[in-house]
């Protein structure tokens, strides 16, 4: 089992719906998540971290995290094309020595 | 604003040959990590050194060598190419490594073909 595991996808969404992003862990220890939207041939950008249990918001943005089921999970909402991207989970728990372990990706395509 | 630099932005080895792929941080960040980036493979730790003078190995460190020259650059070397090392090679850095929630600041990578 890979440590930190996502849909790589593609998933499609029209303009304007809520896409849905999910990732799952392995380490039960993982204390603190990040998402990462990586545009075709451009470098990784941050755009949510979270470490509590619950949900966070940032604009379109909630992350939601449910240490319990050990899944963290991205909402974008009112997609926009300029969503079309893939997004990288990433885990930093003490198994990994603190250091961030990334998932494959998920690929998101907003057609308008 | 500078971020994360890293250079060159694309190269082109023959198998066997040596390069260094340079990466330099204006942040005055303590830890400095390298990356590489296959298809479906998601970003793969090399090495990090988590402070100046010290480094480690990551998740695939084999066939690589870093220096740490100073708190701002991390190189990686290549000592002999090989076609499996063709991948797109991303430089990051943080305040610490080992800090809760701390993320990390990426270069624009360097996209390295070996034939």
């Known amino acids: 089992q890979k440590e930190v595991e996502q849909n790589s996808g593609p998933l499609s969404v029209p303009e304007g719906a809520i896409a849905s992003l999910n990732c799952t862990y392995s380490?039960?220890?993982?204390?603190?998540f990040f998402w990462y939207r990586q545009y075709s041939g451009k470098s990784p950008e941050l755009i949510m971290f979270?470490?509590?249990?619950g949900d966070k918001e940032d604009g379109r943005f909630t992350a939601q995290l449910n240490k319990a089921s050990q899944y963290v999970s991205l909402l974008i909402r009112d997609s926009q094309p300029s969503d079309s991207a893939t997004y990288l989970c990433?885990?930093?728990?003490?198994?990994?020595?603190?250091?961030?372990?990334f998932g494959q990706g998920t690929e998101l395509s907003v057609k308008p | 604003n500078a971020g994360v630099t890293q250079t060159p932005k694309f190269q082109v080895l023959k198998t066997g040959q040596s390069m260094t792929l340079q990466c330099a941080q204006d942040?005055?960040?303590?830890?400095m990590y390298w990356y590489r980036q296959d298809p479906g493979m998601g970003l793969r730790l090399i090495y990090y050194?988590?402070?100046?003078?010290?480094?480690d190995k990551g998740e695939v460190p084999n066939g690589y060598n870093v220096s740490r020259l100073n708190k701002r650059e991390f190189s990686l070397r290549l000592e002999s190419a090989a076609p499996s090392q063709t991948s797109v090679y991303f430089c990051?850095?943080?305040?610490?490594?080992?800090?809760?929630?701390?993320?990390?600041?990426f270069g624009d990578g360097t996209r390295l073909s070996i034939l």
């Open positions: 990051a850095s943080s305040e610490e490594v080992f800090l809760t929630g701390e993320p990390q600041h």
């Open positions: 380490d039960r220890g993982s204390q603190s």
């Open positions: 942040m005055n960040h303590n830890s």
């Open positions: 050194s988590a402070s100046e003078g010290t480094t």
């Open positions: 979270i470490y509590s249990n």
């Open positions: 990433a885990v930093r728990g003490d198994n990994q020595g603190g250091k961030l372990i």
